[in-house]
Structures are given as C-alpha cells and as structure tokens.
C-alpha cells in the first residue's frame, strides 16, 4: 500500500501550506492516520495524528494551535492545514496509515515544506 502525499512547497514565515494524504488502495477512515517530518540531520518526529477507534487526536507542542488535521471520507483525504508557519518548520513530511495488524503500517513518499525569507 502506498500513501501520496502532497501540498509541500515553498512559503515565508507566517504562510500556510495544506497538505493532502491519499490512497486508492485502502479507507483511511479505518486507520489512525498520522503526520510526521524530518527535517536535515533530524531524526523523524511526530506532527500529529488522529485514530478513529477513539477519536482521539495528538499534536506536538511545537505546532500546537497552528497546524490542523481534518479529513475528507467520500474522497479518502486527509489534510494538514498549517498556519503561521515557521523555519524551524522547514521538514519533509510524511503521512502514515497505522492499522491492526503488525503489518498495517503504511507511509506515504513525503512533500518537502520550506519555509525561509
């Protein structure tokens, strides 16, 4: 299974960006979907995340009240809308669909995001 992600590009600091996750090959609905970056030299970190077997939702600190998850599920989307964005926001990110199984672990291909002056 693969996930597209896309969106990423180039902005200057207090932007926004919106990123898209999708697939045709399995429902994101009936996975927790996650939004991770890396940045150059940075080990991987999580964004944010939702899981639909609760709802609950996690968002690190660092994008707390500036990034959002939201989902689309006719169209099997699932966005991240960031504001006031920041250099330090500078990463590529990736989307992940985390199922079940061991082996429901999915990972988009990633968008680069840059944000510079």
């Known amino acids: 299974v693969q996930l597209q992600a896309s969106g990423g590009g180039s902005v200057q600091p207090g932007g926004s960006l919106r990123l898209s996750c999708t697939t045709s090959e399995i429902r994101l609905d009936d996975y927790a979907i996650g939004w991770f970056r890396q940045a150059p030299g940075k080990e991987r970190e999580g964004v944010s995340c939702?899981?639909?077997?609760?709802?609950?939702?996690y968002t690190a600190d660092s994008v707390q009240g500036r990034f959002t998850m939201s989902g689309d599920s006719a169209k099997n989307i699932v966005y991240l809308q960031m504001n006031s964005l920041k250099p330090e926001d500078t990463a590529v990110y990736f989307c992940n669909a985390d199922g079940p199984g061991p082996e429901d672990d999915y990972w988009g291909q990633g968008t680069q995001v840059t944000v510079s002056s």
């Open positions: 939702i899981s639909p077997s609760d709802g609950s939702r």
